[in-house]
């Protein structure tokens, strides 16, 4: 493995590289969702600009020789223990949520809810649509996962390297992925993206406390969603 692995290591790491895949890595995902099929629907669009930018990551981790293994992809060593986290990162998601509802009316929000994003325009008809629930149900589960591998294994370890191997540049890296991530749900500056962005935190900080094993996460994403998903059809 090179010195521009993301493993510390004793040799100096060359941050311009970070940089210049970080910039790449940025740039797709978001010029990517500029193309949009609308005989495909949001779902469908959805996952293709994903797996685009899951390509993308992929390549620069070859070129950095990196593995998603070593990114926290890789086998639990005690199952329960990950399920175990898996709960406590659903509990603090839904008190997190339960404490936003309450405060979100008295902050400054500079964008109103988009009415777009409503689960009629994104998933269509869900009420008591079970049949297409489980439908689409495989797909949601699939972006809730590929989510986990790209914000927070790719980006908070690239930019954490970017910033230096520090508790500072940890910090740095979980706060910008959780910005990110928020603001990529709605393009704006709204309750949405303050909501998705505070569950991209707490998902941020559980990856670096728990040891960096993204299955955790995963369960819990996939979890998060399934529950959400039930919801939109009751």
């Excluded at 996952?47 to 293994?69: E, P, S």
Aim: glycine share 6%.
């Amino acid at each position: 493995m090179n010195s521009d692995s993301i493993p510390n290591t004793s040799k100096p790491i060359d941050r311009k590289k970070f940089l210049f895949d970080i910039v790449i890595y940025i740039s797709i995902m978001f010029l990517v969702r500029e193309i949009y099929f609308p005989e495909l629907g949001f779902l469908t669009n959805g996952i293709f600009w994903t797996l685009t930018t899951l390509v993308v990551a992929t390549w620069r981790m070859r070129v950095r020789n990196v593995t998603w293994g070593e990114l926290g992809l890789c086998k639990p060593k005690s199952i329960l223990k990950t399920f175990g986290v898996s709960v406590l990162i659903l509990v603090a998601v839904v008190i997190a949520m339960i404490v936003f509802e309450m405060v979100k009316d008295n902050l400054p929000m500079m964008a109103p809810e988009a009415v777009s994003e409503d689960s009629s325009s994104r998933f269509g008809n869900l009420k008591g649509n079970w049949m297409r629930l489980l439908f689409i149900m495989p797909v949601v589960l699939l972006e809730s996962m590929l989510e986990e591998l790209l914000d927070r294994g790719f980006l908070i370890n690239w930019i954490e390297r970017l910033f230096s191997s520090t508790t500072f540049a940890t910090a740095i890296a979980v706060v910008l992925q959780a910005v990110i991530f928020g603001f990529r749900h709605s393009y704006d500056f709204s309750a949405r993206s303050l909501s998705v962005g505070i569950i991209g935190l707490i998902m941020g900080i559980a990856y670096v406390k728990s040891g960096r094993n993204l299955w955790p996460l995963i369960i819990a994403h996939c979890l998060l969603n399934t529950m959400s998903m039930i919801d939109r059809v009751q």
